[in-house]
C-alpha cells in the first residue's frame, strides 16, 4: 500500500466520477477508494479493476464520519482526494423547499467539509492535495441561471471552504484547490439543462481534473480556478 499513490474519489457513481476513477485505476501504481451512494453501480462499474475499492457514503449521513473513516480504516495515507458529489437542484427560488436546501448543503458542502475532516490526519505526514469540484455558476461574476439557486449557493460554500482550509493549513504538505467546471456532457447538466449539448464529454474532463490533482498542488493552493468553454 506504501508503494502506491492512493486516491480517494467521493461521487464516483456517474458522469465524470465514474471516468475519473476509470483513468486513475489504468495505472497500477494508483490504488483507489471510489465512494458513492450508489454502492451496487460501483461494483458493476469498478469489477475489473483489482486496485479499486469501491464502498457506500452518504454525504448526508449523521454517521459519516465514522462511516468514512471505518472504509478508510485500512489506509495509511491518502495522496489525494477529490470531492465529485453534487447535488442538483433545478426550480424557482419561491418554490425551494427546507428540503431542497438542506439536501444541496449537506452533500455539496457539509459532507464534503466532514469527509475532508476524516482524510486530513492520513494526509499529515506524506502531504496530500484536496480538490473541491464546484461549478462556474458558483465563481464570482460568472454568468448566473435561474432555477439553481440552492445548487450554485451550496458550490459557492466550497470556494470559500477551499480558500479557508488552505490558509489554516498553509503550514502543513497538505493542499486545497477548487475547480469550478462549466458545460460537460453528463447526467446532471441534463437535469439542469435539458436538451443542451456540451463540446466538452465526462471523460475529456475527468482527464484533466486526473492530470491537475496530480501535479497543480506542486504550483497552488487555496485557488479557485474557471475551467470553463461554455456556462452553457
Same mark, same amino acid.
Given at each position: 500500500?506504501?508503494?502506491?499513490?492512493?486516491?480517494?474519489?467521493?461521487? *464516483?457513481?456517474?458522469?465524470?466520477?465514474?471516468?475519473?476513477?476509470?483513468?486513475?485505476?489504468?495505472?497500477?501504481?494508483?490504488?483507489?477508494?471510489?465512494? *458513492?451512494?450508489?454502492?451496487?453501480?460501483?461494483?458493476?462499474?469498478?469489477?475489473?479493476?483489482?486496485?479499486?475499492?469501491?464502498?457506500?457514503?452518504?454525504?448526508?449521513?449523521?454517521?459519516?464520519?465514522?462511516?468514512?473513516?471505518?472504509?478508510?480504516?485500512?489506509?495509511?495515507?491518502?495522496?489525494?482526494?477529490?470531492?465529485?458529489?453534487?447535488?442538483?437542484?433545478?426550480?424557482?427560488?419561491?418554490?425551494?423547499?427546507?428540503?431542497?436546501?438542506?439536501?444541496?448543503?449537506?452533500?455539496?458542502?457539509?459532507?464534503?467539509?466532514?469527509?475532508?475532516?476524516?482524510?486530513?490526519?492520513?494526509?499529515?505526514?506524506?502531504?496530500?492535495?484536496?480538490?473541491?469540484?464546484?461549478?462556474?455558476?458558483?465563481?464570482?461574476?460568472?454568468?448566473?441561471?435561474?432555477?439553481?439557486?440552492?445548487?450554485?449557493?451550496?458550490? *459557492?460554500?466550497?470556494?470559500?471552504?477551499?480558500?479557508?482550509?488552505?490558509?489554516?493549513?498553509?503550514?502543513?504538505?497538505?493542499?486545497?484547490?477548487?475547480?469550478?467546471?462549466?458545460?460537460?456532457?453528463?447526467?446532471?447538466?441534463?437535469?439542469?439543462?435539458?436538451?443542451?449539448?456540451?463540446?466538452?464529454?465526462?471523460?475529456?474532463?475527468?482527464?484533466?481534473?486526473?492530470?491537475?490533482?496530480?501535479?497543480?498542488?506542486?504550483?497552488?493552493?487555496?485557488?479557485?480556478?474557471?475551467?470553463?468553454?461554455?456556462?452553457?
Amino acid at each position: 500500500m506504501m508503494n502506491k499513490k492512493v486516491f480517494l474519489v467521493i461521487g *464516483a457513481s456517474r458522469g465524470i466520477g465514474k471516468a475519473l476513477v476509470e483513468i486513475i485505476a489504468k495505472d497500477p501504481n494508483n490504488s483507489v477508494i471510489a465512494l *458513492a451512494r450508489s454502492k451496487h453501480s460501483l461494483e458493476n462499474y469498478f469489477d475489473g479493476f483489482s486496485n479499486v475499492h469501491s464502498d457506500f457514503i452518504d454525504l448526508q449521513s449523521d454517521s459519516l464520519k465514522e462511516d468514512l473513516s471505518n472504509v478508510l480504516n485500512s489506509y495509511d495515507r491518502i495522496d489525494y482526494m477529490i470531492n465529485n458529489a453534487g447535488k442538483l437542484v433545478n426550480k424557482p427560488f419561491l418554490e425551494l423547499t427546507q428540503e431542497d436546501f438542506d439536501t444541496c448543503y449537506q452533500i455539496n458542502v457539509i459532507g464534503v467539509m466532514k469527509s475532508v475532516q476524516v482524510a486530513v490526519p492520513k494526509m499529515l505526514t506524506f502531504g496530500g492535495h484536496v480538490v473541491n469540484i464546484s461549478t462556474v455558476g458558483a465563481f464570482q461574476g460568472s454568468v448566473k441561471f435561474p432555477g439553481l439557486t440552492a445548487y450554485s449557493t451550496s458550490k *459557492a460554500a466550497v470556494t470559500s471552504f477551499t480558500e479557508l482550509f488552505s490558509e489554516e493549513y498553509k503550514k502543513t504538505k497538505i493542499t486545497m484547490n477548487c475547480l469550478c467546471l462549466g458545460a460537460v456532457q453528463t447526467e446532471m447538466l441534463e437535469e439542469a439543462f435539458p436538451g443542451y449539448k456540451a463540446s466538452i464529454s465526462a471523460e475529456s474532463m475527468a482527464k484533466y481534473i486526473y492530470d491537475f490533482t496530480t501535479t497543480a498542488h506542486k504550483y497552488m493552493s487555496g485557488k479557485i480556478i474557471p475551467v470553463s468553454l461554455s456556462t452553457p
